[in-house]
C-alpha cells in the first residue's frame, strides 16, 4: 500500500507538487513551496521571486493576483505577506478572491497599504475572524485608525501598529473603538502620540477593558 505524503513531501515531490494536474508556472511554485501544512502561506520579501528573474515594479499587484486565484491556498488560516509591496491595488486583489478562506493571522506589515490600503482590508469579510493582526510599518495615519476602529476586526485581541503615523487622533480613536473591544495586546510605538490626553484615553479607555498590554512611545 501507497504511503499517503504529508504536505511538506507533496511540495517537495519532484514536479508533482500535491497532485496538481496541470504545469506550475514558476511563481505558482513559490506560492505552493510557501505553504505549509496547508494552513499558513508565509511570504516575508521577495527575494524568493527575484531568484528566477521574476520581480517588476507591478510585483505586489502580481503576487496578489496570483495568490487569490490559486486553489492550493484554499484552506489556509494565516496569511503572512510582509515586504511584498502589496499597496492598496494588492490587498483590493486579495480581498476579492474567492478562493482565499477566512483567516485568523493576517501579517501584511511593511508593504506600503497606506489609509486607501487600510480602509479596504478594514471591511473585508475574509478577515473578519482575525484575531491576531500586524499591520506594522504602512503609513498609517489617523484616517486608518479611524477605518479600523470602526471595522470588521471585532475578534482581534492582539493588534500590532508599530511604526506607523496614527498620532493622537488615530489613538483616541482606538481608545473609542467598540469594534477593537476584545483587545489584550496593543502596540503602537513609534505612532506620533503625544498628548498625555490620548495616552490616558488608551489607558483608561472604557471600550478597551480587556486591554493587558499597551506600548506607546
Same mark, same amino acid.
Given at each position: 500500500?501507497?504511503?499517503?505524503?504529508?504536505?511538506?513531501?507533496?511540495?517537495?515531490?519532484?514536479?508533482?507538487?500535491?497532485?496538481?494536474?496541470?504545469?506550475?508556472?514558476?511563481?505558482?511554485k513559490?506560492?505552493?513551496?510557501?505553504?505549509?501544512?496547508?494552513?499558513?502561506?508565509?511570504?516575508?520579501?521577495?527575494?524568493?521571486?527575484?531568484?528566477?528573474?521574476?520581480?517588476?515594479?507591478?510585483?505586489g499587484?502580481?503576487?496578489a493576483?496570483?495568490?487569490?486565484g490559486?486553489?492550493p491556498?484554499?484552506?489556509?488560516?494565516?496569511?503572512?505577506?510582509t515586504?511584498?509591496h502589496?499597496?492598496?491595488?494588492?490587498?483590493?486583489?486579495?480581498?476579492?478572491?474567492?478562493?482565499i478562506p477566512?483567516?485568523?493571522?493576517?501579517?501584511?506589515?511593511?508593504?506600503?497599504?497606506?489609509?486607501?490600503?487600510?480602509?479596504?482590508?478594514?471591511? *473585508?469579510?475574509? $478577515?473578519?475572524? +482575525? =484575531?491576531? %493582526? #500586524? !499591520?506594522?510599518? @504602512?503609513?498609517?495615519?489617523? /484616517?486608518?485608525a479611524? &477605518?479600523?476602529? *470602526?471595522s470588521? $476586526?471585532?475578534? +482581534? =485581541?492582539? %493588534? #500590532? !501598529?508599530?511604526? @506607523?503615523?496614527?498620532?493622537? /487622533?488615530g489613538?483616541? &480613536?482606538?481608545?473609542a473603538?467598540?469594534?477593537?473591544?476584545?483587545?489584550?495586546?496593543?502596540?503602537?510605538?513609534?505612532?506620533?502620540i503625544?498628548?498625555?490626553?490620548?495616552?490616558?484615553?488608551?489607558?483608561?479607555?472604557s471600550k478597551?477593558?480587556?486591554?493587558?498590554?499597551l506600548?506607546?512611545?
Open positions: 500500500m501507497k504511503k499517503e505524503l504529508n504536505w511538506e513531501a507533496l511540495v517537495n515531490d519532484g514536479e508533482n507538487y500535491g497532485g496538481i494536474d496541470r504545469d506550475l508556472s514558476p511563481q505558482e513559490i506560492v505552493f513551496e510557501s505553504i505549509k501544512d496547508k494552513r499558513v502561506l508565509k511570504i516575508q520579501d521577495s527575494y524568493a521571486f527575484s531568484k528566477s528573474g521574476q520581480v517588476t515594479s507591478d510585483h499587484k502580481e503576487l493576483t496570483l495568490i487569490a490559486f486553489e491556498v484554499s484552506q489556509i488560516a494565516t496569511l503572512i505577506l515586504h511584498n502589496l499597496g492598496p491595488e494588492g490587498v483590493k486583489i486579495l480581498t476579492g478572491s474567492k478562493i477566512k483567516i485568523t493571522y493576517l501579517h501584511l506589515g511593511s508593504n506600503h497599504l497606506g489609509d486607501e490600503g487600510i480602509k479596504i482590508i478594514s471591511q *473585508a469579510e475574509m $478577515f473578519s475572524e +482575525v =484575531t491576531t %493582526l #500586524n !499591520l506594522e510599518c @504602512n503609513g498609517i495615519t489617523a /484616517e486608518g479611524k &477605518a479600523l476602529a *470602526a470588521v $476586526f471585532t475578534k +482581534v =485581541t492582539h %493588534l #500590532n !501598529l508599530v511604526d @506607523n503615523r496614527v498620532g493622537d /487622533e489613538a483616541l &480613536a482606538i481608545a473603538s467598540d469594534a477593537l473591544a476584545n483587545l489584550t495586546y496593543l502596540h503602537l510605538g513609534g505612532n506620533r503625544k498628548s498625555a490626553e490620548a495616552k490616558q484615553a488608551l489607558k483608561e479607555s478597551l477593558t480587556h486591554l493587558e498590554t506600548k506607546v512611545f
